[in-house]
Structures are given as C-alpha cells and as structure tokens.
C-alpha cells in the first residue's frame, strides 16, 4: 500500500524508478523478439534456400531444412530461458528499490 | 499377448489413473474450478499447458503432414513452437498480473465494454468448438483401429471420462490429470521414435538419427545419409525432394504467412492463455511460459525424425511389393479405409506422384460408393480398358491419392516391425493427447459460458454455487456437442482448424497486446480492428474452402495466399486499423488506464488486486 503521507519528492522517484523498470522490459523483449524473428523466419524461411546450401558440420542436414525442423525450435526454448531469468532478475531488483524509496519516504514522514 | 490385449491394459491404466487423480482434487468453488486455486508450481503448470496444447492433431496427424510435405511441413513446427515466445513474453505475465478468470474478461475490462466482452465469448466459443470436435474423433480412430469397436462407441467412452473429470474437478483435476496425461503422451510418442532410428541408422537420439547415415545392411551400401537417400528416392517417383525448400504453391510468402498466422493464432487461443492464470505470480507465470515451451519442444523436435523415418519406411517398404507379400501393417490399415491399393494389373504396388500411383486413401467417399469404383475398376482389368473406369483416375481427381495422414504415427510402429507393447502404448498416447486437449477445452467453453455470459453479462448478482453449477451444466452439455461433432463429423473438420487459427489471430492477439502495450486505444478502435480483422478472415476462409473459389494475391504478395496463413494478413489489418483510429477518439477512462499501469507492474503491491479482493468476484 503506498502510504498516504509520501513526499512529493518521493512519489517522483517512485515514478521515475516504474519508468525505468517498463523501459529495461520493452529492451529485453524487443532484443529477444529480433533473435525469435531472426530464427524463426529469417535462417527457417527467409533464407532457407541459400542456407540448404550448407550442411550442418558433422550431419547430412542442409541448413535451412535443418532450421526449418529442428534449430528454430531450440532457439525459440532458449529465448524464453533467457526471458525468465532476466526479467525475474529485474523485477527483484525493482522491488529492492521501490522497498528502499518507501523506507525512506518512511523516515521522512516521521514514522 | 496381442496388440488388442496391451492396448487394453495400457489404456486401463491410463485411464484410472486419469479418475483417481481427478477423485482426488475435486474442488468446491469457482475459484478452483476455472483457476486451480491459483496455488499449480511452474513446472506443473508447464507440463499441463504441454498436454493442454498437444492434441490430438499434434499427436496423431502433425507428423504425418510434415511426412508428406518435407520442408514445407516446418511451418507446423514452427508456428506451434514459436508462438508460445509470443504468449511468454507478450501476454503471459501481464495476463496473471491482470488476474480475472478467462480471456474475454481481459478484453471486456480493459476496453470497457460488453460489447467487446460479447465479441470474445463468441470467438472463444467457436475457436473451442472447432477444436474439441477435433480431438472426439481422434479418440473415435484410436479405440476403432486397436479395440475393434464402432467410432461412436469408442467417442462415447472418451466423452464419459472427460466429463467425470472435468466437472468432479474443474481446472484443478484437469490440471493434475494433463500433467500425469504429459509423461503417458511424450513417452509414447519418443519411445517408437528412439526404437526405429536405432533401426536405421543405429542412433539412439532420433534427432541424430535424421541427419545420420543409413546401416549399411538398410541402405544395402555404407555411407548413405537417410536424408540423401530419402530425397533420391522421392525425386525419382515425382514427390520432389524431402528437404528442398520451396517447392509448389509453398513459395517462401506462403510458408512466412503460414507459420506467422499459427503462432499468432497460438498465442491467442483462450486454453492455453487461461493456463496462466493458474499459477501464483507473474514470476511463476514466466516460469511456466518457458517449461510449457520446453515440454512442448520435446515432441516437436521428435516430430520432424518420425515424418521423415515413416516416408522412408513407406515408399521403400510398399513400391514393389508383390500382392502375395502385403505388409501386416497394410492389412490392418486396409480395414479403415485409410490406405487402399487399387493394382494396375501387374500384381505389384506402386506408390508415386504420377499417374501410375496405386496408392490412395477413401477420404468421405460412402462405402457403397467405394465399392461401386473398386468394382468398376475390376471390369476394367479384366476388360483391358474395353469396359468399367480406372478407379486410380476417378480417386485421383477426388483428391485422394496416397495414404490419410493420420494414420502415420499410429502404423509407423508397425512398419518399423517394432514390439507389439509398443504400439499399445502409442494408442494409449494418442488417446491421451485427445482427451488432454478435449478437457483444456470444455472448461474454456464452460467458463465462457458460466463466468462471462451468465455471471459477467446475464445474471451479474449470481452466488458461488449457482455459477458453479452453471459451470459444471455448461460442462455436460459441450460434452455432448463435441460427441455428436465427433460421431458426425462435419466434412470440413481441417478447413474449420485453419478457422480457429486465423480468427484467434486477427482477433485475440491484437486486442490483447494493443490492452497491454498501448494505453492510448480505446473502446472503439479496438472494437473496429476486431471486427474488421474477424470479418476479412472469415471471408476469405470461407470463399477458399466452401465457396471453392481461387485463392487472391491481393496485388501485393507474389503469388496466392494459402487459407491457412490469412489469419496474419487479418492480424496486421486488425493492428492498423485500431492504430489508424486511435488518434481521432478520446483515451480510456482514468480507471483502465489505472489497470493497465497495475498490469505491467509486477511488484506493486498496492495495484496488486488479487482474485479474490477485486469487488466484482
């Protein structure tokens, strides 16, 4: 609950620290959505000819079937790994900062 | 012991396991029935989104596409993976922040307006309905082909045991039941997989096997990749080759709009959106996007090796076959209908993409009618063309040459010769991935039903148990509805899918993440992208698929749009028009723009009305 007694001063930073957070959000999501198009319709679809070019090293797989099947799968579970640990991350440093202008909103209020 | 006698001990099993588990987590309140209490973990949430999401189509017949298309076939892999990166990162945390019941609660909050809550509980019913038809036949095929009983009769079973579940424990025992119904349908459908790639290419991670050689005593020579192989043989009897992209009316617009409408549509269709409103927090909500995908993955990297093992297996275990020496998998097969041979007179098969093909499927023709062809086509033979049809050019020209699709998980164990347990067990699999699916789905039709139309629109003073037992009625009667679809099934079962697609993409998507990212559009703006995104998806389905008119290119795309990727055209429509309009209308109200801050706050506490303190529940 934000305590009704809190500083002009402090409702600002408390703003300035939720426009922070939704910023460095929409960062991650956009930089691991360029990585998902990238993979998904890029290397699998866009690209698949030129790539079936090439065979994966090791395996008979042309490359753009091989994307098409089989990598673009595993580059979409990674993108959401990684999705969870950074915005989880984010969060908790979120909440330890909007906890510490609370606090000392607190103080300042004389409580 | 028989196939039949492990099929019934597999399926015996599975399903007490399926009641008890369902005896054991009944529930009292609504809460628990459309939200599981909101206490499911993660990791188990995941798994019952996995088998929430992996029907029966997954199962049975998503294979058996990729087998006949070859490259072309990744856009189900892709469309049906990559969209849950959308539903995790776009919708998923903001949703369970959110916090209400059911997808058509999001809409109608955030835009403010019955009217578009109305709107979402029609297209959330229809999306529903299309699907759960769907998965009633796939228990029908399953019990008909290994417990030699009536489709109908094996319909009836699975309706019988969906509904104890479902109605005994809402979306708690649904939950619990999917993630035990996960471990029966991903083992059956790897286990088959893993056998047959030891068997041609000695690897025991069939995803290795794919790109691996042949043993030289398959191949007859050392050194053959199967996927070299595979393709030699295709191009030589006319498919075109297996791993060739873009081949066909598959031009690269087609397959990047094909894929792109699934994921879309994915990411929009309301069972597997209200998955996350399970779990206890956003965190936990992010969490289970990912294991979700995950589990998910598992399958769908299996997929691609089974298409590829079961096309080897079929063109070189049926060309040449002489009639005296029918594979036992045929014979079994030959039974449904699903795979014919009608012989040129030489005695030999011949399974090819020209017009010396022998092999064809009976598709919707009567059975009467069948024989009627088969038996013309016997004067035919005898005759030497003087008198009868050539039943290969009548089936033809239907459309119906080589085998149906589905069967091809549920035969490859067979023609890989593999242990008869094995194959039980795939049976019990597919049932699995059906009834998971079917239950995911009555409880979205039955939420739609009691919470948004009754309670949210109709009847806004209802009690707890009126509306759970609205609920749990809404339950019994879609039960009974997607029987009688499964029984009798319309004839434009795969036409209505690509519906359900389509409509959840150029409707739910863009509402939902414009409701989240964009706190500007209003009520009105949205309303119109709907329905203009609705209106010109449905149109053109339906002029492609009942109307039979030629698909349109719209003098943009390069060539003609495919049904089935329309769905994104529709999307972009919906995204421009609501943008478009946006400008020239008032913004929300203070309170919805209070909600939409709330929503993407995940450690606000004082914004953070949990289900239960919210007034209006």
């Not at chain 1, 673009?72 to 991350?89: E, G």
């Not at chain 2, 809402?170 to 790897?190: D, E, H, N, P, S």
């Not at chain 2, 995950?294 to 040449?320: G, Q």
């Amino acid at each position: 609950m934000t305590p009704p007694t809190l500083s002009p001063e402090a409702a600002k930073r408390l703003a300035e620290s939720k426009r922070r957070y939704w910023r460095s959000n929409l960062i991650i999501m956009s930089v691991l959505l360029l990585i998902w198009a990238a993979a998904g319709f890029g290397c699998a679809v866009w690209f698949a000819e030129a790539l079936n070019e090439f065979t994966l090293p090791g395996t008979a797989f042309p490359l753009g079937f091989w994307f098409a099947h089989l990598g673009a799968i595993v580059v979409f579970v990674i993108v959401v790994l990684v999705y969870c640990i950074a915005m989880n991350r984010l969060d908790r440093y979120h909440r330890t900062e909007m906890d510490g202008i609370l606090a000392s909103a607190g103080r300042e209020g004389g409580r | 012991m028989s196939v039949q006698a492990y099929t019934l001990i597999f399926v015996g099993l599975s399903f007490s396991l399926y009641l008890g588990i369902a005896w054991w987590s009944r529930v009292r309140d609504t809460r628990g029935f459309y939200v599981a209490g909101q206490g499911v973990p993660a990791a188990a949430n995941g798994m019952a989104t996995a088998a929430d999401w992996m029907s029966a189509a997954s199962f049975l017949s998503m294979a058996g596409l990729i087998s006949t298309m070859g490259y072309a076939g990744g856009v189900y892999l892709l469309g049906w993976t990559g969209g849950f990166v959308l539903l995790a990162l776009l919708l998923a945390p903001y949703l369970r922040k959110f916090g209400h019941y059911t997808v058509p609660d999001f809409v109608g909050d955030r835009y403010d307006s019955q009217f578009a809550r109305l709107v979402a509980v029609i297209c959330a019913l229809f999306v529903s309905f299309t699907y759960v038809a769907g998965q009633m036949r796939g228990v029908g095929v399953v019990f008909s082909r290994f417990l030699d009983v009536e489709i109908h009769v094996g319909v009836i079973i699975g309706m019988a045991i969906v509904f104890i579940y479902a109605t005994l424990g809402g979306m708690k025992g649904i939950t619990w039941t999917q993630v035990a119904q996960y471990w029966v349908l991903i083992t059956a459908f790897v286990v088959p997989a893993v056998a047959i790639s030891i068997k041609l290419t000695g690897q025991p991670v069939p995803q290795v096997g794919l790109g691996a050689e042949l043993l030289p005593e398959v191949a007859g020579a050392a050194g053959v990749p199967l996927l070299t192989r595979l393709n030699e043989v295709m191009t030589e009897l006319g498919f075109g080759s297996y791993t060739d992209a873009f081949v066909g009316a598959w031009d690269r617009w087609n397959v990047l709009l094909v894929a792109l409408s699934l994921m879309v549509g994915t990411a929009g269709l309301p069972h597997v959106i209200v998955r996350f409103y399970t779990v206890k927090n956003v965190q936990a909500a992010r969490w289970s996007g990912f294991w979700a995908l995950l589990f998910i993955a598992l399958l769908y990297v299996t997929a691609p090796a089974t298409a590829a093992f079961a096309r080897y297996f079929m063109l070189s275990t049926l060309n040449d076959r002489p009639a005296a020496e029918l594979p036992t998998w045929f014979q079994n097969w030959e039974k449904t209908g699903l795979i014919l041979w009608v012989d040129d007179g030489d005695g030999r098969m011949r399974f090819s993409a020209g017009e010396d093909n022998e092999i064809f499927r009976a598709g919707a023709i009567p059975s009467g009618e069948l024989a009627a062809i088969l038996v013309s086509h016997d004067r035919w033979l005898a005759s030497g063309g003087a008198d009868g049809t050539d039943a290969r050019g009548v089936l033809r020209e239907r459309g119906l040459s080589g085998p149906d699709r589905d069967i091809i998980v549920l035969a490859t164990p067979e023609m890989a010769e593999l242990a008869d347990w094995i194959i039980a067990f795939v049976a019990a699999g597919g049932l699995a991935a059906a009834l998971s699916t079917a239950s995911g789905l009555l409880l979205v039709i039955s939420s739609s039903v009691a919470h948004d139309l009754y309670y949210r629109i109709l009847k806004p003073g209802a009690s707890e148990q009126q509306r759970l037992l609205v609920g749990r009625a809404a339950i019994g009667v879609a039960v009974v509805i997607a029987g009688i679809f499964g029984i009798y099934p319309p004839g434009f079962v795969s036409e209505v899918v690509a519906f359900a697609f389509g409509l959840a993409a150029a409707s739910f998507f863009p509402a939902i993440v414009l409701g989240i990212f964009n706190k500007r559009v209003s009520t009105v703006p949205a309303v119109t992208g709907m329905i203009v995104g609705i209106t010109f998806t449905a149109w053109y389905i339906l002029r492609c698929s009942i109307l039979k008119e030629a698909p349109l290119t719209f003098g943009i795309f390069p060539s003609p749009i495919n049904p089935q990727g329309i769905g994104a055209v529709g999307m972009a429509l919906n995204f421009i028009i609501t943008l478009g309009l946006t400008p020239f209308f008032p913004p929300p109200r203070e309170g919805v723009q209070k909600m939409v801050d709330a929503v993407r706050e995940p450690e606000d506490a004082a914004a953070a009305l949990s289900v239960e303190d919210a007034p209006e529940h």
